[in-house]
């Protein structure tokens, strides 16, 4: 199952398991954007809706899908492109979902969202940015700040990073916010500036903020910084 897309202008919108409630009067899509039923239906047909007393959903069988080519595997990883992307996979991780899978940036890309939201949801996988960048903008007052914000068992490899963060929190790190058991980092560059309010000792980190338990492997890295 592909995911739904509806376009208008430069705006676009990717379903995941869309739901409609009768009480809210559209769809929410990802990114925050929605549609009415009506715009759904007529893009999507009528085949892929069911309806009851209350709800329409997406697909009779409620499957979720992904924006992302790609099955997440090593040789068929899923490819990220856009931004949109991005936010898929954060949304996932933030389920506690797509762990052990593999992942190729295809773009450059420009993010604020930060993958990983606790030290059990978290990054676990693959991710190969392919010489690639990722432009990371955030203004935080919480801790663990980094496009990687939590990471256990990962592998990032091929990536630079760059972009600003101003930060009131410790623990700002160029790649990961918090690591723990074992993960590699490999030829990447993080040329992150990190701003930070924090009276005394921050504990930023160029690659990443805080390391826990287990192996960090940084090898064949640059951080730069101004």
Excluded at 94 to 105: I, N, V
Excluded at 169 to 193: F, L, Q
């Amino acid at each position: 199952h592909e995911c739904a897309t509806f376009a208008r202008g430069n705006a676009f919108m990717v379903f995941d398991t869309a739901i409609y409630n009768s009480t809210m009067g559209s769809v929410q899509g990802i990114d925050g954007r929605s549609m009415t039923v009506d715009q759904a239906v007529e893009i999507l047909g009528s085949d892929n809706w069911y309806k009851d007393s209350k709800n329409y959903a997406l697909s009779k069988q409620n499957v979720t899908c992904s924006p992302m080519s790609g099955t997440g595997i090593y040789s068929d990883p899923y490819l990220i492109s856009s931004p949109v992307h991005w936010r898929f996979l954060a949304d996932k991780i933030s389920k506690g979902e797509y762990r052990g899978k593999y992942f190729k940036l295809t773009k450059d890309i420009v993010v604020s969202k930060m993958v990983g939201t606790s030290d059990s949801k978290y990054f676990s996988g693959n991710f190969d940015g392919d010489g690639h960048s990722i432009k990371f903008a955030q203004g935080t007052k919480s801790e663990y700040c980094a496009p990687f914000r939590y990471i256990k068992n990962a592998t990032i490899k091929n990536l630079q990073v760059t972009g600003s963060v101003i930060s009131t929190k410790k623990y700002v790190g160029g790649i990961a916010g918090r690591s723990d058991s074992t993960h590699t980092i490999e030829k990447c560059i993080s040329s992150v500036n990190i701003n930070s309010s924090v009276n005394g000792d921050g504990s930023h980190g160029g690659f990443i903020g805080q390391g826990g338990s287990g192996k960090t492997t940084i090898r064949y890295c640059l951080v730069h910084r101004k």
